[in-house]
């Protein structure tokens, strides 16, 4: 399938690799994540802007860039005959969730001090199958209603389930599983809704990354730079409206109002919007409509969300076209090998967290990690080129579980 009627590998320098700048995109949300998890605060000033930049971004980012490989691997398969969004069934579907599922669980269960998501991203990709079989525009108007309508459902159900003023942000861990059924629908209750990255409100991400991978042929350069400019317009206008209602149009001083009503506590703090926000890490309650107003970190509101998925697009669109440039691709090596094993370099990250690295919040923690996860990974790739394994240990174990025909050929 080819939406923009180019054709494959039209308008493209012969020899690069047109995957490499979305694992460059990869690559950058993988160090954005770095920097949140083990840099030095993000707060307004100096340099922390760099980590404040961050901040909510990267795993929204990652999340879109989820939804934009699945689209390009549909569009792959479909050109070279595939008749079926999910080849093989349902089973290398399930196999792969199950697996992110169980590494979430257990992750989160080592306590490394980060707010574990990859259990989130086994639904996301089981909540994600059915719209890999809607048409191009469908998928578009799907994902453009998502935008809006899954965090104004959070919103509605919040009270429903409990958690009106407080109580999102949770992380569901293996000890959950041993409260039996109860700790099961506890699971499914974060994972759905009041967690710290719930599919309710990062699915969106997801479907708007699988119709910008359907829509932009990431082929042709015309199309990329028009990604990276719409991408950056769209960022701007969100965050812009956000600060223009809440800053200028009164909707800071009607959120004093309903915390002053349902979260007196935090009106002695310096900040008290930020000090309600930090109770459920970020993500807003079901106190007053003008919460939806905000486009802070992890607040999971409509202006986030669009804020959020332009930057995805700009980030997409811009370092495909710095790829297709052979200097910059080469210079981006380290990038973009990181970005191709992603999850390997994530599930170290998290495990070196709980242990010799635990509560580590600094510039050197911040430039060990990024200078050693990039080494790493250009050496591996270096190491096993030609071979399987070259996406990343990991990777390969997760690839080898869902395609058996893949087992066979590598003779493992």
Known sequence: MNVTGSLPGADRPSGIDRLSGVDAARGLAVLGMFAVHVGPGARPSGANYLVLAADGRAPAVFTLLAGFSLALAQRRRAGSGGASPTPGGARPLLIRSAVLGALGLCLAALWPGILVILAFFALYFLA?????????KALAVVAGVSVAAGPLLSYVLGPLFGVTASGRGAVPGLADLARGWTGLGEILRALLLTGAYPVVTYLPYVLVGMALGRLCDVHAKA?????????????AVAYGSAWLATEVLGGRQRLLAAIAAHHPEAMTATDPVRAVLAQQYGAVPSTSWDWLLLASPYSQTPLETLGNAGVGAALIGGLVLLTRERCAARLLRPLTALGAMALSAYVVHALVLAGPAKGAASWAALAAFSGVALAAAWGWQRVWAGSPLRRGPLEHVLRLATAPRARARTGA
Do not use: N
Request: charged share 15%; no cysteine.
């Open 128 to 136: 994600a199958e059915p719209f890999t079989r809607l048409s191009t």
């Open 223 to 235: 199309v990329a730079l028009r990604m990276a400019l719409w991408g950056s317009a769209v960022a």
